[in-house]
C-alpha cells in the first residue's frame, strides 16, 4: 500500500535538536515508516521536511554534535537566507508589511511610515534577526497613536537583560 502523499513538514531550529530526536528523525526520513505510540506495527508516511537553522550543521556534524547522516539527508537542496544585518535594502519592505500587518492587528490606520524610523532600522545589526524586526514593530504598533508609525530609538534599542553570574545561557 502507497503512503498518501503528505504536505510538507517544517522543523525551525533543527541544529538544536537533541541526539535521540536526530536517531528517530533518521530513521522516519530513511526507513519511510513511523511506529505510532503503543502500536507495534508500522506505517508507512512519504515524508517532505523542511528545515531551518541559524547554526553551522557542517561544523556540528564535524564535532559530533549533529549526526552527519542526518545532514546529508537533510541536504538535499539547500537554500541560504542571508541574517537581515546583510540584506538592509530588504527593511524598507519588510517593515511596510509588519507594520500594516500589526496595525491591522491591532485595529489601528497607519498611512505612512516616518523616514527617520527606516533610517534607524537600516543602521541597526538586528542580531534577533527578522523576529527582533518583528517585535518592534508590534511593540511600536501597540504604543504610539495617530497615522505616521514612529520608532523612537529606546524602544528599538532596549538595554539587554543583566546576566547573573550563576547563570550560563541566557
Given at each position: ?32 515508516e513511523i511506529e505510532r505510540v503503543g502500536s ?131
Amino acid at each position: 500500500m502507497k503512503p498518501p502523499m503528505a504536505a510538507p513538514s517544517f522543523s525551525n531550529e533543527i541544529g538544536d535538536l537533541p541526539p535521540e530526536t536526530q536517531i528517530a528523525l533518521l530513521r522516519v526520513l530513511q526507513e519511510k515508516e513511523i511506529e505510532r505510540v503503543g502500536s507495534n506495527h508500522s506505517v508507512p508516511v512519504d515524508v517532505r521536511v523542511i528545515t531551518a537553522t541559524n547554526r553551522d550543521l557542517q561544523a556540528l556534524a564535524a564535532a559530533a554534535t549533529f549526526r552527519q547522516n542526518l545532514l546529508f539527508r537533510l541536504n538535499v537542496f539547500p537554500i541560504r537566507v542571508p541574517p537581515l544585518r546583510e540584506r538592509k535594502d530588504d527593511i524598507p519592505l519588510l517593515v511596510e508589511y509588519l507594520v500594516d500587518k500589526y496595525a491591522r492587528k491591532a485595529g489601528k490606520r497607519l498611512t505612512t511610515i516616518h523616514q527617520e524610523t527606516l533610517d534607524l532600522f537600516k543602521t541597526y545589526d538586528w542580531p534577533g534577526n527578522i523576529r527582533e524586526l518583528q517585535n518592534v514593530i508590534e511593540r511600536a504598533v501597540i504604543l504610539y497613536h495617530g497615522d505616521t508609525f514612529v520608532v523612537e530609538k529606546s524602544l528599538h534599542t532596549p538595554e539587554s537583560p543583566q546576566r547573573s553570574p550563576e547563570c550560563c545561557r541566557c
